[in-house]
């Protein structure tokens, strides 16, 4: 009987848990895990937008002195030549600072783009632009490349497709009324009948439109300004061809406008100002950042009057007060 009693206390004893339960906790609530990049973006809501933005618009106020640049440049060499020279220029600084920073080539997937920057941003806006310069007035030319934003928005839609969200009503109601005010204010100078400069600055605004659209897409994915620098570079055989062919053929004069112009069209426009530019559409977005060029050619017009002495057109006042209300609307509207 003991040994039995013995048996089952010992038995009792193993059993018996060695320290009283805890309590139970509760049960533990998952917790997304987030990015540096996504805690950032929570802790300054608004730092990333509004550094993307300044960007944007620095490239816009970059990009507001390229025409009074190339009209200056014309002053000394001829429409191929300066186009030829500003993009060796821009090619040659480009794959300097490239070489310098070790950047390694861009990956397969990039390069189609990259053809794209390079045809529209490179190649055939400052060619087409230059030849509207010709017989077209730094203002008027500058109001009519006013669509730019539009068209450049209407690209980024395009190509993104159904992957993203389309911008809103108000924004596109915004856009398009900037454009009409801009299209409005051309017609208006030209009586009514675009000329053959005009031809030339609305094929200008459409394949740069692609090429913005293009390049704030890339720049995503690269920096933005390895996005202008491999575009100047993959265009660097076809603007050495160009200058080469045109030095001869067209009247050379180096006076110190025309230098400067050049130097300007080939560092800042064709380059520099790409750099930020594209920095800023990748922060804030293509279609958000496009309409910031709603203000350029209000920008162009003062140049020209203060740097060319032209003659301000009267309607640009409101044209002005109209534009700066479509920047606020689209700045403002989900997109």
Wanted: proline share 7%; charged share 10%; aromatic share 6%.
């Amino acid at each position: 009987m003991r040994a039995q009693d013995s048996a089952t206390l010992r038995s009792a004893i193993a059993d018996r848990p060695a320290t009283a339960p805890a309590a139970t906790a509760a049960p533990a609530t998952p917790v997304d895990p987030v990015t540096p990049a996504a805690a950032a973006s929570k802790a300054a809501p608004g730092a990333g937008g509004s550094a993307g933005t300044a960007q944007a618009a620095l490239g816009v106020l970059c990009f507001s002195f390229s025409f009074p640049a190339t009209a200056w440049a014309l002053t000394g060499f001829g429409p191929w030549t300066a186009t030829g020279l500003r993009g060796v220029l821009a090619g040659v600084l480009a794959a300097l600072c490239l070489a310098a920073a070790r950047v390694p080539l861009p990956e397969r997937r990039h390069w189609p783009g990259l053809l794209v920057v390079s045809a529209g941003c490179v190649l055939g806006f400052p060619l087409l632009t230059t030849l509207a310069l010709r017989t077209s007035s730094t203002a008027h030319s500058a109001v009519v490349i006013g669509v730019l934003p539009l068209a450049t928005a209407a690209v980024a839609a395009l190509r993104a497709g159904r992957s993203a969200a389309r911008p809103s009503r108000l924004f596109w109601g915004a856009a398009l009324a900037g454009a009409v005010a801009v299209l409005g204010f051309t017609l208006l100078q030209s009586h009514g009948r675009p000329g053959l400069a005009d031809l030339y600055l609305f094929a200008a605004l459409l394949i740069c439109a692609a090429g913005y659209a293009e390049g704030g897409r890339i720049s995503r994915e690269l920096p933005g300004w390895q996005v202008i620098g491999w575009a100047v570079v993959a265009a660097l055989p076809v603007t050495v061809l160009t200058t080469a062919l045109a030095l001869p053929a067209e009247p050379v004069e180096f006076g110190g406008k025309a230098l400067a112009g050049l130097a300007y069209t080939a560092v800042v426009s064709q380059f520099g100002g790409f750099v930020v530019w594209y920095r800023g559409m990748a922060a804030i977005g293509v279609p958000r950042a496009s309409q910031l060029q709603l203000a350029q050619p209000l920008l162009t017009l003062t140049w020209s009057v203060l740097l060319l002495g032209e003659v301000l057109p009267a309607a640009a006042p409101v044209t002005a007060v109209l534009v700066l209300l479509c920047i606020a609307l689209t700045q403002r509207a989900r997109v």
